[in-house]
């Protein structure tokens, strides 16, 4: 199993396919495969879930082929559990759940692991970060959604700042290697003040979808979540050895 670690990239950037043009996918996904980034974030919908649909696990088959890319699968979906298999069979590396399904949490982090894949956990907006404190040393990756999930090209909501901090605080107190993912209106701004808290795993749809450049886009996207990582609140009290070793 491929599992992400922070010494292997430090800064990851994850275009996300719901700001591609829908009529070329195949495409748009080579495009993003030429470009610097590492992850393809492909946003899953169900109607239910989040009001709006997407795509499936037959379009995310049609497009492994195209990329090496590390597929990072976000179900917003009222039932992943019917999911999981086609997405693992189609080529996801990564499929993050929702904490707001509540009770059925940790049977479906089991059931991610037992697929072999990476396992995410993300978190609504409106939903308190101590929701995930229980599942922290069971996930390759926290998810904090920084725009209410549903739809692409929404502003970025400041107020969910503090849940970056409060998890990178968690992550370095239990000795834990979690990626701390942001997803929804992050640009050079935004993902700079994600960074500076302790994110290192950034997900961007019409931010870099609408660069003619993508390559371009994405290089200075990770140089302005670098810098600010570098210099972050989060990185605080860090001795300076420590540090050295994360840039
Ligand atoms: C929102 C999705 C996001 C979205 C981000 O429900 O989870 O991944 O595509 O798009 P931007 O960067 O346009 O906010
Ligand atoms: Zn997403």
Redesign the pocket.
Known sequence: MRRPSTSETQVIIAP????ADFGFFQRETERVARSDAEWL?L?I?DGHF?P?LSFGPDVVEALRPRSSLFFDV?L?CSKPDILLQPFAIAGADAITIHVELGRRVEDLIWQIRSLKKNVGL?VNPPTSIDDVQPYLDKIDLLLI??????????S?IEETLPKIQQAYRWKQEQGLSFRIQV?????QRTGGLCAQEGADTF???????RQRNMKFAVRALRKACSEASSYGTHMQGVSGDIQDSLL
């Open positions: 996300s396919l719901l700001a974030h946003d919908m989040v709006n976000h917003m993300a959604m920084t725009v209410n999930p549903g739809f692409g090209g929404q970025f997803d929804g209106g992050i640009n997900v961007s749809g019409s931010h870099l979808f």
